[in-house]
């Protein structure tokens, strides 16, 4: 599995904007749908990356909470570490904090050995700040690469991507149009990417995964699909 995931890791490597994955992620789900996030029938899991932000996560925890949602946050550990009050709050209003690296670099673009320092450095501060030993690892851009699957597993953490996206990250999105992008893949057992703030986003392009979730919650509850964190997703 190391050796597939590497080397569709590597064709993805022309790919390196805030658009990742997208050429290696349907191969993915067919072969590894566990890899990819692919969870119980009746449930869709749904993430944020690239947080915690002071003016962003707050707005998506207050609105999660207004829906009866819970939800995995993929953290960037610099950023938790300016920040730790807010991974604190986030545990204790019941999500998940997982880890997405220390820093939002490409794994296949970092000097050899680096990442697994920097994995087991973030996974340490998610535990020592939210007291909660982190479950989940998701690399920044999607790019797995020998080295970052071998530093999570020997972390602990269990690697996983996601099944649909609203490219919510573009300057052009709203709303509407990350609702749209995400319903066709918005089924039982989806893991759905947002970002809970613009760090490697449009400026300002959170406002669009926020507005979006009311949409989002509402269309899984219409089918019967119940909305949730990974830790409920029951990956395969
Ligand atoms: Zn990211």
């Known amino acids: 599995m190391c050796r597939t995931t590497l080397t569709l890791g590597l064709t993805g490597l022309a790919l390196l904007h805030a658009g990742p994955a997208a050429t290696w992620l349907p191969v993915v789900r067919r072969r590894l749908p566990g890899l990819a996030g692919a969870g119980d029938a009746d449930h869709v899991a749904l993430t944020f990356d690239d947080g915690p ?8 925890l207050a609105e999660l ?6 939800a995995t946050f993929f953290v960037v550990g610099e950023t938790l570490a300016r920040h730790p009050d807010l991974g ?8 998940e904090v997982a880890v997405h690296g220390w820093r939002h670099r490409n794994a296949l673009l970092t000097r050899p050995g680096r990442v697994t320092g920097e ?3 973030a996974a340490d501060l998610v535990a020592a700040v939210t007291g909660a030993e982190p479950v989940w690892y998701r690399p920044p851009y999607g790019v797995l690469s020998a080295e970052t699957l071998t530093a999570a597993r020997r972390r602990g953490l269990r690697p996983v991507l996601w099944t649909t996206w609203g490219r919510d990250w573009t300057r052009s999105a709203d709303p509407d149009s990350v609702l749209a992008t995400l319903a066709p893949g918005l089924r039982g057992g989806a893991t759905v990417l947002l970002h809970d703030c613009d760090h490697t986003s449009a400026p300002g392009a959170w406002r669009s995964a926020l507005g979006a979730l009311p949409g989002l919650v509402a269309r899984c509850r219409e089918l019967g699909l119940r909305v949730g964190p990974l830790a409920e997703h029951g990956v395969s």
């Not at 909470?65 to 819970?70: A, E, V």
């Not at 604190?88 to 999500?95: I, N, W």
């Open 119 to 121: 994995i087991a450095r």
């Open 65 to 70: 909470d207004r829906l009866g949602c819970r």
């Open 88 to 95: 604190r709050r986030t545990v204790a209003e019941g999500h």
């Open 53 to 60: 932000d002071p003016r962003s996560t707050p707005r998506f």
